[in-house]
């Protein structure tokens, strides 16, 4: 399968799984919830949070693949290779392994339901409700650079590119939730223009 194939597929695949895996998980507790409230969730759909975690690793690794072919769409067309893909595929790395703690969390409160104690829960289910600094700041480096990238070259619509530079900031405020959500229409649109686009590649690739 050519790269022009493979990237919209892994665009596709990283926000299907990521929507996925969200729903498997279900509402979970607030950090200030009552503790008994925490530890009869978790204890409650152990196994929906263990699924949860395997979806969520799966998307990133979709995502980390998207990204790649992604930075290579865009770098081609750049005058010089050190341009903002660059930044873009450093983001990229950065927000899957923030969101792959919260895989991790997930998991752990999954696994472990039935013989962590109460506090253990309670602390851990905290962490899997604000831990969002390293996977915030990854989504303003990819959303950035891939936006500055389609900016400067044209590789994709100049307009998507500002898209891209609106959600990478909206990332690190208190709008970062919608953000993140933007993040996932962005992929989504970007990969039906680089399959639009099939083996010509970007339009400003030398």
């Known amino acids: 399968m050519s790269a022009s ?6 665009g596709l695949a990283t926000v299907a799984l990521v929507v996925v895996a969200f729903i498997v998980s279900g509402e979970t507790p607030n950090g200030d919830d009552p503790v008994l409230k925490i530890v009869s969730f978790y204890r409650d759909h152990d196994t929906d949070q263990v699924v949860s975690a395997g979806f969520l690793l799966w998307g990133m690794a979709a995502f980390l693949l998207f990204s790649s072919g992604l930075w290579r769409f865009l770098r081609d067309a750049e005058a010089e290779r050190r341009g903002a893909s660059s930044l873009m595929l450093v983001g990229a790395a950065l927000a899957a392994a923030g969101a792959t703690l919260f895989a991790g969390l997930a998991f752990t409160l999954g696994d472990f339901a039935d013989d962590l104690s109460p506090q253990a829960i309670q602390t851990l289910n905290a962490l899997n409700q604000d831990l969002f600094a390293p996977l915030t700041l990854g989504v303003f480096a990819f959303s950035i650079g891939a936006g500055a990238s389609a900016i400067a070259t044209g590789a994709l619509p100049r307009w998507l590119g500002w ?8 990332a690190l405020t208190p709008a970062g939730f919608f953000a993140f959500l933007a993040l996932g229409l962005w992929i989504l649109i970007a990969s039906a223009l680089i399959f639009r686009a099939g083996d010509r590649g970007a339009p400003g690739a030398r």
Do not use: D, E, F
């Open 163 to 170: 898209v891209g530079v609106v959600v990478g900031v909206a």
């Open 5 to 10: 194939r493979l990237v919209p597929l892994a």
